[in-house]
């Protein structure tokens, strides 16, 4: 049972839909992050927040816009996306930013 | 060169064998360590943290060596359930870890 919960767990989407992503975690942690994994790649981090404040934004497409509201929500909001952005999203958690991270389940998107 | 780099294997061994991994990385200030392992279509889950002694949990060893910039996990008396990919995961003070691509083990019976 992990502490971070995903929805939904898949998505399909043409280019030209807005979906978001939603990420909850419940372990009273300070840190968020997104990471991107492809096929045969190693995880990407994509954005990173330290209690609701953007710390990291490593070259991400402005397509992917993320949202901290609180330090127990996560959002990534998804707009005009590419078929090369289909992938795995994961939303981790940790205490403090560095410290071992809990991954959420992931949503699988498929972009058409 | 990679930030952290692994052998992809696959690591193909037999129930009850015993199988090492090494994973480098190229920053000499890098402060902590660990391995997560991650099941096909799961997510990453923390395995271990890594101490400069080096730290034993179960079957599971992990060594830390600073002076060649490797850390190693050795896995013995291997499971079926051991199949998995095994992420080596580094810290030099950033904000988020770095991950390595993983190495796959298959454990056969």
């Known amino acids: 049972e992990t502490g971070v919960t995903q929805t939904p767990r898949h998505l399909v989407m043409g280019m030209t839909n807005k979906k978001s992503l939603k990420c909850e975690q419940h372990l009273g942690h300070n840190a968020m992050y997104w990471y991107k994994q492809s096929a045969k790649k190693p995880l990407e981090l994509m954005f990173v927040y330290s209690l609701e404040e953007r710390v990291e934004n490593n070259s991400v497409p402005s397509r992917f816009s993320p949202e901290c509201p609180n330090s127990s929500h996560l959002f990534l909001h998804l707009h005009t996306l590419q078929p090369e952005d289909s992938a795995l999203y994961l939303c981790?958690?940790?205490?403090?930013?560095?410290?071992?991270?809990?991954f959420g389940d992931g949503t699988r998107l498929s972009i058409l | 060169r990679k930030e952290v780099e692994q052998d992809p294997g696959p690591f193909n061994v037999p129930e009850g064998a015993t199988v090492a991994f090494n994973c480098t990385y190229s920053n000499s200030a890098s402060q902590s360590f660990f391995w997560y392992r991650q099941d096909c279509r799961k997510e990453p889950k923390l395995l271990m943290s890594v101490y400069s002694s080096g730290n034993e949990d179960g079957r599971f060893t992990a060594q830390l060596n600073r002076a060649s910039q490797y850390i190693s996990l050795l896995i013995r008396d291997s499971k079926l359930s051991d199949s998995a990919t095994y992420l080596c995961v580094v810290n030099w003070g950033r904000r988020a870890l770095t991950f390595g691509s993983g190495t796959r083990l298959q454990v056969q019976p």
């Open positions: 981790a958690s940790s205490q403090e930013l560095g410290q071992p991270q809990h």
